[in-house]
């Protein structure tokens, strides 16, 4: 009894010893990220909607989930400019448009309406700057066709906006 006791106690020792390795190296941690611990800041800029369309408060919507991800998921500070990441982008599009018609007699109809969030994400990492980018990110989700775009309850556009931010999160600091 004894001895299964000790096997027990070595394995997880090992692996208790294996975990504080890996977390301490600083290149890999267990939400998935993979920041270089010589990165310890990032700054989050305003996104501006240019689309034009969309809740009043979409601007501080979204730029409030992408702060709320990276403080949640990482452990750097955020700094208004000047971060070692550096990001920045705007609201480039906030759509509805037709997903599924279905026609009744002379007249098409939209059955399903689809939501478009779309944003211009630019990424700066100062200590590699091989991790730049500029690029579109895009999120879609679908609705009923009598749903009123001014009425889609915050709390849809919050989780359309968190699935964003996600994608954004994988490509500047999870390297997915």
Known sequence: MTSKINKRALAQS??????VFCSACGVYSFTG????PDIKTISIQNFENSSGEGPANLTQLVTNNFKNYYQRNTNLTILQREGDLQLEG???SFTLTPAAVQ???NIDQ???NRLTLGVQIRFTNTKD???DFDQQFTITQDFPQDVD????PPATIDQLTE?????????TVANW
Do not use: M
């Open 129 to 131: 700057p091989e991790q």
């Open 103 to 105: 026609r009744e007699g």
């Open 33 to 36: 990220t993979s920041i270089s």
């Open 163 to 171: 699935r964003l931010v996600a994608d954004v999160f994988n490509k």
């Open 14 to 19: 090992a692996i208790l010893l294996l975990a």
């Open 90 to 92: 705007q609201i480039i």
């Open 149 to 152: 775009i001014t009425r889609i």
């Open 110 to 112: 939209a059955t399903l």
